[in-house]
């Protein structure tokens, strides 16, 4: 069965950085999109970062400059590499994917595998 296993949150000052994992198995596709996800309590998902199956990459302009999504040769593993991190930055971080191209106006209901989410929190 398809699992994502996120790792590597966890607690931060302002202006560090920390590295998210979400490791990919039981993936039966010849493609793949992964994206990145995060949540606060009682606000919508929002899309932080997005690697298609050329490796074309997407980010949000709240993070844009600061945060890289990448991915192993195999692409079993997606990256997420946060720097210069925001108090704003503090969610909850879900791992996602999905074989199919994205559509132009894409949102979390494209994706059809999910991890279980990791507690980013920052600091002032």
């Known amino acids: 069965q398809v699992q994502l296993v996120e790792s590597g949150g966890g607690s931060v000052q302002s202006g560090g950085s920390l590295r998210l994992s979400c490791v990919v198995s039981?993936?039966?596709?010849?493609?793949?999109?992964m994206a990145w996800f995060r949540q606060v309590p009682e606000k919508e998902r929002e899309g932080v970062a997005v690697?298609?199956?050329?490796?074309?990459?997407w980010y949000a302009d709240s993070v844009k400059g600061r945060f890289t999504i990448s991915q192993d040769n195999a692409k079993s593993i997606a990256y997420l590499q946060m720097s210069s991190l925001k108090s704003e930055d503090t969610a909850m971080y879900y791992c996602?994917?999905?074989?199919?191209?994205?559509?132009?106006?894409?949102?979390?209901?494209?994706?059809?595998?999910w991890g279980q989410g990791t507690q980013v929190t920052v600091s002032s």
């Open positions: 996602a994917a999905d074989p199919r191209s994205l559509r132009p106006q894409w949102s979390d209901v494209d994706f059809f595998y």
């Open positions: 039981g993936y039966p596709y010849t493609t793949i999109v």
């Open positions: 690697i298609d199956n050329d490796g074309v990459t």
